[in-house]
């Protein structure tokens, strides 16, 4: 693993001082036993020497480096790629990935790309790109093994070794028939623990749980994860099969759909660059809309307190807790939703389990506020009352401000569980529900019940 | 997919009339060509019928869905066996779903799932259970195909037809010298596309990436999922191979650290558990602790707003804009934290990032902080002075309010992007830093800086 910061440094240093003495079949020898993915986090730091160094790598792992590139550097390649070195680049790739290097890439160098793509492959990659975004469309390959029902396992390996170079895997292979409707699949280890005159169809596996083109992308990965699966097969609307998920595209996109609930759920609209390659003015757009709009229906609270101003006159130290209520509301209800957005999309929590997790949340929400609330009576007591000796901390001033706190827990714990879930009802996503809309909503609710607790006890 | 909810109901309602009926034959034809995980998901709701039904599986369906159930129906099924039954399972389970079973299971089980296991897999539960919880060594299999450099193509093939059945993947093998040390690893493509007298090691690739048995698992995973592995060979200090772990395996672990660090950047103690299968007490100490700390630590807040009692008297309508302050200063710090948190756990960033990263902040903190101040001194001239009709709202105030604001965001994006890289830096989760604790530091911050700003502007 190239993971240490000390090791990757030591080899970028080789590599400029390589270059700089002109030293090129050494730094070819340097990069040979690298794996793709590692030279591709070294070219970042080497800017315009990649063209360069890129052109010493052999064919097939040049092709590989360049799928993990970012597609800025892609671009830059590609623009100083000859017309030929384009056409070795693009023979090599993966049809997957030669369709999403194709969707990053400004109008002038696709058109560039497709004219220099083989027609079979031309063809494929407009195929795959008709498709929408964030479907199974988007993220197939139609680079699989098929083989015929009605072939012997002696002929099922002689097709696999003669089309196998070209796949991208071999370890499970789908069974068509004329009409390349979808009838079975077979693992390479049961094609290959088989005897040579096994035929085919008696021996696949004729329960294939398949998806549609149309299905999304983030479903199709958990239904990957969830049978540990290694490929999905992907049918269109008649069954046919059209193309194949692998498990490392599936790994990527729960990686990315998990990147894009926590940024909605921090109230960030979500986008598709790391973090330090997303610019300055991307990433405030990304940022202000939500911060916007939260900030102005603070309106209410607002209002709220203006409301009640008389009380606050009459009884100054109740404002001095507001934040903390505020914050003790908010955070409850952060970890209520935050527990339910997240078992909701791990499948764990449906529509039909809503009275259940209110029934939970409540009985929670009791215990927690509580213990809560007595423990900020000590607390306003010994700390407030006698350690920094303030007179106007009476133990009915903690009373209401301790009545609050369970109040406000109870409210904060139903509405951020039940909120994600009937947002999931209604075609919502549910992690746009989540601590930042939460508290908005609980803040008000918690002042609401501070000055009716305060009326009730106090008689402000 | 069984994903759709009536699909299911309508699966279990046919079950339970069956079972009512006592038609086992048709229940088990109706079994039969479910996979394992929808069973498993069936089950759940079966109770008292589990151990009956499960009965009617063979013997690997059996094996197959028992990995996939809860560990309490598990110990119940487990408790209901005989010791033939326990046997045959135990026989049929792939060695580190046995270790996770065991794991899981209170002492008096394990007792007698280990006494009625073959000495053989006794013996290597033993040596994974030696490993700490998190480490690879762990989740590693022992049950991998291994080959040795001087064999050839045909050789390999008949070794690989001998031990697949019992190996948990043959797709990579691993090429080990007489002392057990990895040299190199094959995959099955590689074998296959080979003429059957090609030697191993002339063809195997040497080099291997492999992780060390005490390496963090999550780290184990990311490695897998960046270099598209279908498995990651996992060594002892010298370099001798002693198992494996696989993609899928890889995916839980990613899916379960994605969900403990959302659980921690939500203020909740991470546990094991779905959601509807935790206890009220086991979520309530989950949740305690970190609400508490933050209850108490909200002393600071109070404190200011004590101090500065008399300004909020002379001007009572500075009060009404104080949730609105605390609650963007969260947001815009959550936003902050939870991008880098993000980044640090995808590896986008390091500490050596941290200057990069304030100063992308502070640009970002700068436009936000000037949009949201002009939007929010329209919205007051508009809406509170002038629609409300309160005259106390003033452009002065409105000043306040508005630089507060900007000095607000200023903070919380500051100290939300570099207090999560610090953490790391000094060992600590950087996904505790999230949104509560942010909030809370954020709060007292924006009280300071409102009082500092209306001394100046308002004279108070």
């Given at each position: 693993m190239l993971e240490q910061e000390e090791q990757r440094d030591e080899l970028l240093e080789k590599i400029e001082d390589l270059i700089s003495r002109k030293r090129y079949a050494e730094l070819r020898d340097l990069l040979l036993p690298l794996e793709a993915q590692d030279i591709a986090g070294l070219f970042m730091e080497l800017d315009d020497k990649v063209p360069m160094v890129f052109r010493l790598l052999p064919k097939e792992q040049a092709a590989e480096v360049f799928v993990e590139l970012d597609s800025e550097e892609q671009e830059v390649l590609i623009q100083s790629f000859s017309n030929t070195e384009l056409k070795e680049v693009l023979d090599e790739l993966y049809l997957d990935d030669a369709v999403d290097i194709v969707e990053e890439m400004p109008a002038n160098v696709v058109k560039r790309i497709l004219r220099h793509a083989d027609p079979d492959v031309r063809k494929s990659i407009n195929e795959i790109l008709k498709y929408p975004d964030d479907c199974a469309g988007s993220i197939m390959t139609t680079e699989y093994v098929d083989l015929k029902a009605t072939m012997t396992v002696e002929d099922a390996l002689k097709r696999i070794r003669r089309t196998?170079?070209?796949?991208?895997?071999?370890?499970i292979c789908y069974v068509i028939d004329e009409g390349r409707h979808l009838l079975g699949y077979l693992s390479i280890r049961t094609i290959l623990l088989s005897?040579?005159?096994?035929?085919v169809g008696d021996i696949m596996d004729t329960h294939v749980i398949s998806a549609n083109t149309l299905d999304d992308q983030e479903d199709v990965a958990q239904t990957l994860n969830k049978y540990d699966f290694l490929a999905l097969p992907i049918v269109d609307t008649e069954n046919r099969l059209v193309g194949i998920v692998t498990v490392d595209d599936a790994m990527d996109v729960l990686q990315e759909e998990v990147t894009e609930d926590i940024e909605k759920m921090a109230a960030i609209l979500p986008g598709d660059k790391p973090y330090l390659k997303t610019g300055v003015f991307e990433t405030w757009r990304a940022r202000t809309p939500w911060l916007m709009m939260l900030m102005l229906s603070a309106t209410f609270t607002g209002m709220i307190l203006t409301h009640f101003e008389n009380s606050l006159a009459a009884?100054?130290?109740?404002?001095?807790?507001i934040p903390m209520l505020s914050g003790t509301g908010g955070n409850s209800g952060t970890q209520a939703s935050t527990a339910v957005i997240r078992a909701l999309s791990l499948g764990?929590?449906?529509?039909?389990?809503l009275l259940r997790v209110v029934w939970k949340e409540c009985r929670v929400a009791l215990i927690c506020g509580v213990c809560l609330a007595a423990a900020n009576f000590v607390k306003m007591m010994v700390v407030?009352?006698?350690?920094?000796?303030?007179?106007?901390?009476t133990p009915a001033v903690a009373a209401v401000v301790c009545c609050t706190l369970v109040g406000t827990v109870a409210c904060a714990k139903l509405v951020g569980a039940s909120l994600p879930i009937l947002a999931e009802k209604i075609g919502?996503?549910?992690?746009?529900?989540?601590s930042p809309f939460i508290s908005t909503i609980v803040d008000a609710l918690s002042l609401l019940i501070y000055f009716r607790f305060a009326t009730w006890i106090l008689g402000v």
């Open positions: 196998g170079p070209d796949k991208e895997t071999i370890n005897e040579e005159d096994d035929v009884v100054p130290i109740l404002t001095s807790y764990e929590v449906r529509f039909s389990d407030d009352c006698w350690l920094l000796a303030n007179p106007t901390v919502f996503d549910p992690a746009v529900m989540a």
